[in-house]
């Protein structure tokens, strides 16, 4: 049994690359077996599994809709948010009932909630039917760690808070055929006072560009149209590998690879380069669609949260950007009512947004995450004026959607086709802008790049027809 230690976060070592091998008196020996996975949080723990579901298709089990007809149900979670919090613990109580009817279920979670000091005392205290447990770092364990706990009988809880190793060849299932997400750095070393992402994902260590430019060549070869680049901060990618290849290099060499669309998320403001801005503008298959947070638009709030930034150099940094891409279209993440923020904080984050006019934004009530500084902070905001805060500034944002969105009425956007829309008998997908748009047409494949012309636009997709 290893358990979390948040102590450990702070161990920095050099990284190995290792190879993931099944073993073999694992193949296939769970054959007939059935399995449920739902997934919390971000992109990262998607396709953290669609390792997971490899692994388990490996050990001979298949997947099922529903969790009521598995043997085996996991929970890979998230811990950004007390929501997601909430959710996951909610479900643990729906498999509860569902054992007491099936005797042998096996129960597991997995993901970031796993690598909480807190919530493993609170599973070995209230969640004893919970069969197993297994963190971020030791995903490749999965198949020895579930095969113990059947076999054994007993919890078994292994975590890792620190590792040294990044694995690579886990097998994968990936959801789609013609989209993909590719890991390019794990781990955060920013700490932001009201983050726990340091906590769950560790300290940031990057794959070599070797290994990402050979799985990025092999999806295009596969077909794929559009990869997206993971990390926590994918500005930071190979600052601990290389003295003279950086992010901005990296995306250029993913580029090269000529494969249609190229995306990446998440990015920092902090450490954004002209390197980035340049490269992002000169090749097209990069899409001009870039996500970069806020969270607050005070100064004083800005440091408060160790966000080392201000204002003035985000703004400076958005307006970069503007000018030099064409097209540019840029999502951001704010923060409301994170302890100390006056309403002439507020004002300041109001003013931030009525400059950018962003194209998409993500806005959030802020949460205390166990073990980070701000949960400690004393002058916490009531919740009646977090409420109050958000729908004024989801009010706002949605009036700037909107006019983006019929700027582009008229015109003819690229989409890539995910899949059907039975309610228009037609289709969906996303632009190069990363907008929704959901159109007909005749002849149409999922998976094909089509040209649709923009017939009316609404606060969070569009519509369009394709012929």
């Not at 298709?57 to 009521?68: A, D, L, P, Q, W």
């Not at 003295?243 to 690879?257: C, H, I, R, W």
């Not at 980035?276 to 005070?298: C, E, F, R, V």
Request: glycine share 6%; hydrophobic share 30%.
């Amino acid at each position: 049994m290893e358990l979390p230690n948040y102590k450990d976060v702070f161990k920095k070592d050099k990284i190995k690359t290792k190879k993931f091998e099944l073993d073999p008196n694992y193949k296939l020996k769970y054959s007939g077996k059935k399995y449920f996975l739902k997934t919390y949080g971000c992109q990262m723990n998607e396709h953290d599994s669609e390792n997971i579901k490899a692994l388990l298709e490996e050990m001979g089990f298949t997947e099922v809709e529903e969790y009521k007809d598995a043997d085996l149900v996991l929970l890979n979670t998230c811990s950004v948010r007390e929501n997601a919090h909430n959710k996951a613990f909610g479900m643990l109580g729906r498999f509860k009932h569902l054992k007491e009817e099936k005797k042998d279920l096996v129960i597991g979670l997995c993901g970031c909630m796993a690598q909480e000091e807190g919530v493993i005392k609170e599973i070995k205290e209230k969640y004893k039917f919970v069969n197993f447990i297994f963190g971020t770092h030791n995903i490749a364990d999965l198949p020895e760690i579930l095969d113990r706990a059947i076999n054994e009988g007993k919890q078994e809880i292994d975590v890792k808070t620190f590792s040294d190793e990044i694995i690579e060849n886990i097998p994968v299932r990936r959801v789609s055929n013609f989209k993909a997400y590719v890991n390019i750095i794990y781990g955060c070393d920013k700490f932001c006072t009201y983050c726990i992402v340091p906590y769950t994902r560790g300290r940031e260590h990057s794959r070599k560009k070797e290994d990402i430019l050979r799985e990025v060549e092999a999806l295009a070869s596969d077909g794929y149209k559009e990869v997206t680049l993971l990390g926590q901060n994918v500005n930071a990618y190979g600052h601990d590998l290389y003295n003279d290849y950086s992010f901005g290099e990296l995306l250029e060499d993913v580029a090269k690879t000529g494969i249609p669309r190229v995306r990446f998320t998440t990015s920092h403001p902090w450490n954004f380069t002209d390197k980035m801005i340049d490269t992002i503008a000169k090749y097209p298959n990069i899409m001009p669609s870039i996500h970069l947070p806020l969270q607050s638009g005070s100064d004083k709030v800005l440091k408060s949260m160790g966000r080392r930034y201000t204002k003035e150099s985000y703004l400076k940094l958005f307006d970069k950007m503007k000018s030099k891409i064409t097209n540019c279209h840029i999502s951001t993440d704010i923060i409301v009512g994170f302890p100390g923020e006056t309403e002439e904080d507020f004002q300041e984050t109001l003013d931030v947004v009525n400059h950018c006019n962003y194209d998409n934004a993500y806005t959030f009530i802020y949460s205390p995450r166990e073990n980070t500084p701000a949960a400690k902070f004393k002058n916490q905001v009531d919740e009646k004026t977090k409420e109050e805060r958000l729908q004024i500034l989801n009010k706002l944002v949605n009036k700037y959607f909107l006019e983006n969105n019929k700027k582009e009425e008229g015109q003819t956007l690229e989409v890539l086709v995910e899949g059907k829309n039975e309610k228009i008998d037609g289709y969906y997908g996303y632009s190069k802008e990363m907008k929704l748009v959901n159109f007909t047409g005749k002849n149409i494949k999922i998976g094909d790049l089509v040209n649709v012309k923009i017939t009316k636009a609404k606060t969070w997709s569009l519509d369009g027809n394709a012929n």
